[in-house]
């Protein structure tokens, strides 16, 4: 079993930062795929980045260049540094684990969530 649990949510004003941090058990922490998702008020849950075994990173088009998703193994944590927010970026923000090292595929292991509300 892999437990996740998100923390750093929060509100901010448009052109704020957040950095959201999901803490992970699981002793083989460093060889799984880790992503973060989101899900906005009537929307689909959508993937907004993952970082494989590699440590390669994939990115949905609408954060490129204001979001980072990095791993710190030896914590076996996550995070995702989001600058320049918008208030589409407003979402209950879900870590999610794959025990696998690639990140092609379902992901088997989801947090609870933290609530991002970036207002105009």
């Known amino acids: 079993q892999v437990q996740l649990r998100e923390s750093g949510g929060g509100s901010v004003q448009a052109g704020g930062s957040l950095r959201l941090a999901c803490t992970a058990s699981?002793?083989?922490?460093?060889?799984?795929?880790m992503g973060w998702f989101r899900q906005a008020p009537g929307k689909e849950r959508e993937g907004v980045a993952s970082i494989d075994a590699t440590y390669l990173t994939t990115y949905v088009e609408s954060v490129k260049g204001r979001f980072t998703i990095s791993r710190d193994n030896y914590m076996r944590t996550l995070y995702l540094q989001m600058i320049d927010l918008k208030p589409e970026d407003t979402a209950v923000y879900y870590c999610?684990?794959?025990?696998?090292?690639?990140?092609?595929?379902?992901?088997?292991?989801w947090g609870q969530g933290t609530q991002v509300t970036v207002s105009s």
């Open positions: 999610a684990a794959r025990t696998s090292s690639s990140c092609s595929g379902t992901y088997e292991y």
């Open positions: 699981g002793y083989r922490y460093r060889t799984y795929c």
